[in-house]
């Protein structure tokens, strides 16, 4: 008995021993890799708004908009990715988008986010030079309006994506638990809600990962994600945000939000089809009772002030569209994306990542689990099909790859993290 009580600890010991070491590793190499952090002041050209400027200031007598009734396509987008939100989804409809119409991205280097948690900066943009313009900024980051804004031209269209705060922190805790120190003590079969029914004892703004507890909305939009839902800055915040932002999607009503996404950037329907990407296998989510779904409310209660903001302007842009045609639509997009899953899906749906055959299309897994499910691409696919599906069923980091960003970092904390997971 106690020989397996020993075998045990021996196994936990070793566990926290390499979690030591992994952490550490992987703190030394982001140390290395974020770029130092200097300002790059110059001359006044410095960004891609003010060269931009200098372009049209040469051509006065070119004619004005005299063509502004007719929609051309918006290219020039910032998509600010917010996490376990199904922003996956639409991060591979602007890949696709941007591939059609040949578009440049400001992509990271070596990772697939902008240096995350630390706070966007240009200098994390693979290769850039001060005055460089993009039309598409769309990896995780945590978000600053006046660093973005460098990068793009001044049409640029901002757009993000929210979700229920209290599904999406059941979602960050799952997903990231292993990754935030804070839990690793709390006992009990259910972690998320042992953490719930007493949130203080375990939780501490200061430590490692702890804002993937605690309104990480709010972080990622730049702000403080300790604030309480009552404290004035909350709202001060979301009215920044609402002004910096010209389209604020939910995912709880994402084939609407695509609608209104499709109508703000003047695209066709065939541009916002898509497969559901990244999505969690049912048996591990958890089901909050409604007390504990009332106290993780009020523990991310700054985010639920800016879900309900956001969720009414979003039904204020839906009464504007109209309700009957904007359902009308939506069927439609049913529709399509159906046709096209039982052209591109073996099967029809989503399988459990062991029973995905290529690799490929194999999505990024949580650290100790393979939660995450993914497709498999019909064998006797119509050749003129291909591409396409083959596009629409890439999960972000393979696509990420065949856009040619280096992802080093990136595959070499998987590796540790599988290395650290499997035994
Ligand atoms: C301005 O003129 C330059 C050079 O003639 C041209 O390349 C550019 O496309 C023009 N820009 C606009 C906005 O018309
Ligand atoms: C979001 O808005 C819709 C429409 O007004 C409403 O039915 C729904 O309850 C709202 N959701 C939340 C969480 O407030």
Redesign the pocket.
Known sequence: MSAIKGKKCTLITRRLILWVVLTNIMLLLYCLTNPSQVKMRGSQQDTCPLSMKE??K??VS?PSHSMSEVCSPKVNIMFMKTHKTASSTILNILFRFGEKFKLTFAFPDGRNDFSYPSPFLCSQVKDYRPGDCFNIVCNHMRFDHQEVAKLLPPDAVYITILRDPVDLFESSFNYYHRAVPLTWRINGENKLVEFLNNPQTFYSPEAFNSFYLKNLLFFDFGFDNNLEGDDPRVMRDIHKLSKRFNLVLVAEYFDESLILLKDTLCWTMEDILYFKLNARRSSSVSRLTPELRAKALQWNGADWRLYQHFNNTFWARVEAYGRKRIKQEVEELGRRNAEMEAICIQHGGAVEAQNIHNSRFLPWQPVGESSILGYNVKENIDPKFREICEKMLTPEIQYLSELGVSLWLTRLWGWFKDAVFSF
């Open positions: 372009v049209l040469k051509n070119s």
